[in-house]
């Protein structure tokens, strides 16, 4: 089974920040490689898949990047809005493992 | 709009079952495959079992496996997942999600607690 890390734990910055969210995979999975966000109390909603793709309706701001094992999610000016969790998960490889998450507040 | 709605959870002894629901809305239930993804209270997520468009094939993650059953009734847009032999490390908040190049539609989640 593949195991996700996720790193690091809890990103502290301010809004109009950049911020950098990294994800492992302990072997390659080619770009099969999905990012969520979650807020307290709510559903995840998804934000990229395949690795680089923006779902419908996610704003330019965030990009994704990486194949094989290395991932980043990238949000290049933090919105009030965007304090939350966020997940990676696999795709294609059951059970489709989610990562622990990261923490992005305010610092 | 497209939605997904779900139901059934509650308050259940260990050993015990129940039945969950996931009503859809906005779309056609039998162009997806489906899934139940679980978080227990302050933890990450799970994906616990996955259905294909016509209910031929069913997985499960192993901590489930023999207990959990989904399940599909594409002519009532609803999905529903089984749960038998409740332990108390089932305890979760319970989405039901689309299955569209990744998890693109969740339901609100339904709570489910074992504890006697």
């Known amino acids: 089974e593949i195991v996700l890390t996720q790193s690091p734990d809890t990103l502290s910055l301010s809004p109009g920040e950049r911020a950098t969210l990294s994800c492992r995979a302990s072997r390659s999975v080619s770009n099969y490689l999905l990012w969520y966000q979650q807020k307290p109390g709510q559903a995840p909603r998804l934000l990229i898949y395949?690795?680089?793709n923006r779902a419908t309706g996610i704003p330019a701001r965030f990009s994704g990047s990486g194949s094989g094992t290395d991932f980043t999610l990238t949000i290049s000016s933090l919105e009030p809005e965007d304090f939350a969790v966020y997940f990676c998960q696999l795709r294609n490889n059951w059970p489709l493992t989610f990562g622990p998450g990261t923490k992005v507040d305010i610092k | 709009e497209v939605q997904l709605v779900e139901s059934g959870g509650g308050l259940v002894q260990p050993g015990g079952s129940l039945r969950l629901s996931c009503a859809a809305s906005g779309f056609t239930l039998s162009h997806y495959w489906m899934y139940w993804v679980r978080q227990a209270p302050g933890k990450g997520l799970e994906c616990v079992s996955r259905?294909?468009?016509?209910?031929?094939?069913?997985l499960y993650t192993d901590s489930v496996k023999g207990r959990f059953t989904i399940s599909r009734d594409n002519a009532r847009s609803t999905l529903f997942l089984q749960m038998y032999s409740l332990r108390v490390e089932d305890t979760a908040v319970y989405y039901c999600?689309?299955?569209?190049?990744?998890?693109?539609?969740w339901g609100q989640g339904t709570m489910v607690t074992v504890s006697s």
């Open positions: 259905i294909d468009d016509d209910g031929s094939s069913t």
């Open positions: 395949d690795a680089s």
């Open positions: 999600a689309r299955g569209n190049s990744g998890f693109d539609i």
